[in-house]
């Protein structure tokens, strides 16, 4: 079983894309002598479950058909089991979702063909996984991810995003719209950031974002220096921003360049901490989740990836 891979199907991800092209990329996987099984997930959460029953039943190597959200669950399923050290797990992408961030820090292919290919030649690297505490209605919950947190408004814009997958509809021009019409009631939080313990920092906060890889939103590079297995988390911290500046600055978001404004702050750190006046929104790896206050966590090279060197 451990040389068998599972691929774990989200038949809804790139706006049902991946239950339309299911039967194609079966065909490619027994082209390229995989030997494989298939689950579909059916709601929300499922693949965590799916992950941490296959891997009791001695599956070691799995396979994600779909977006960021579907990774992120087999992430979870990966940490929630105590069988086998997360260490000795493999994963590996075929990206079909509608934005396809974690490839993208990866340099994963979007192309069914070239990323089979890759997973075919069992090229792998090890990465940090970020751990976050928050809550949901006052609940403490915690979640772990392979790619970015977001906070304040781009949490916001997330939300509404997905609210519009769950209607059947997606795509990089709906995100940007969604990115426009959230300024019209969207305001700045009161937030206190700590740092590894040492180091505190007081802003009129706009947006916020913590992560291991360098895009979120679609392609935007919302923390251009980040490596995926330096053992720290990068953090962008956008200040309080006139609605015109950000209008502005949303090109720049696409090159990284926006970091260079005045209003724009940048850090490093293995713990973060972050309380806020008002509560502000969190999303995980485009996952909608819950409100601060928030603390974070990152466990160095700690999953095993098929991807390039």
């Not at 499922?46 to 977006?67: K, P, S």
């Not at 949901?136 to 814009?157: L, W």
């Not at 426009?180 to 040492?198: A, E, G, K, R």
């Amino acid at each position: 079983m451990e040389e068998k891979w599972l691929a774990i199907v989200n038949p809804n991800a790139g706006n049902r894309k991946a239950k339309k092209d299911w039967d194609k990329i079966k065909g490619m996987l027994h082209e390229a002598h995989l030997q494989f099984d298939f689950l579909f997930t059916e709601q929300k959460e499922h693949a965590i479950e799916i992950t941490f029953q296959h891997i009791i039943d001695g599956y070691r190597n799995f396979i994600v058909v779909g977006g960021d959200g579907t990774l992120n669950e087999v992430v979870n399923g990966f940490f929630k089991q105590k069988i086998v050290p997360v260490n000795e797990l493999t994963l590996a992408m075929i990206p079909i979702g509608t934005g396809n961030d974690w490839c993208r820090s990866l340099n994963i292919p979007f192309k069914y063909k070239k990323a089979i290919k890759l997973i075919n030649k069992q090229k792998t690297r090890w990465q940090d996984i970020g751990k976050v505490e928050f809550y949901n209605s006052e609940i403490p919950k915690q979640r772990f991810f392979a790619n970015v947190a977001g906070m304040g408004y781009d949490a916001v814009v997330a939300a509404k995003t997905n609210r519009d997958k769950e209607r059947g509809r997606s795509g990089a021009i709906l995100y940007l719209k969604n990115l426009f019409t959230s300024l019209l009631f969207y305001d700045h939080s009161n937030t206190v950031m700590t740092i590894d313990s040492d180091s505190t920092h007081k802003h009129k906060t706009f947006s916020m974002s913590v992560g291991i890889g360098k895009y979120n939103g679609g392609g935007m590079k919302q923390l251009p220096n980040a490596e995926i297995d330096d053992g720290l988390f990068d953090v962008t911290l956008i200040k309080k921003l006139g609605k015109l500046t950000v209008l502005k600055e949303v090109k720049n978001l696409y090159d990284g360049s926006f970091i260079n404004h005045p209003k724009v702050d940048t850090f490093r750190g293995k713990k973060i901490s972050i309380e806020s006046d008002p509560q502000i929104k969190l999303e995980v790896d485009g996952e909608s989740l819950g409100h601060s206050p928030f603390h974070f966590e990152i466990f160095p090279r700690a999953l095993r990836v098929v991807a390039k060197k």
